[in-house]
């Protein structure tokens, strides 16, 4: 089995990536599943989680156009005394 993974509408903000697997049935390529996408925002939170389940191709190209710099600020949210962004 075969993924491969698409950079998608990336943006400064954002970026969506598209994952798809493939299978060879008989001497053809055929397409196993529906399409995934997973989105990330250009936030510290956003880039960390890019890097944590991307392959590290697919995070070059990203950081490649996304700069050194988040261009979105992580909203940060309090329940129960404890503080998450």
Same mark, same amino acid.
């Not at 994952?19 to 510290?44: A, L, W």
């Given at each position: 089995?075969?993924?491969?993974?698409? /950079?998608?509408?990336?943006?400064? =903000?954002?970026?969506? %990536?598209?994952? +798809?697997?493939?299978?060879? =049935? =008989?001497? #053809? %390529? @055929? $397409? /196993? !599943?529906?399409?995934? *996408?997973? !989105?990330? @925002?250009?936030?510290?939170?956003? *880039?960390?989680?890019? $890097?944590?389940?991307?392959?590290? #191709?697919?995070?070059?190209? /990203?950081?490649a156009i996304w700069g050194?710099?988040?261009?979105? +600020?992580?909203? &940060?949210?309090? #329940?129960?005394?404890?503080?998450? &962004?």
């Amino acid at each position: 089995m075969e993924t491969k993974k698409i /950079v998608d509408m990336l943006t400064a =903000d954002s970026v969506s %990536i598209l994952t +798809q697997k493939f299978m060879k =049935d =008989d001497g #053809e %390529i @055929v $397409q /196993v !599943g529906k399409n995934h *996408r997973k !989105g990330y @925002v250009n936030s510290g939170s956003g *880039r960390a989680e890019l $890097q944590e389940k991307e392959p590290a #191709e697919v995070v070059e190209a /990203v950081l490649a156009i996304w700069g050194d710099t988040p261009t979105v +600020q992580d909203i &940060c949210t309090t #329940e129960g005394g404890e503080t998450s &962004c």
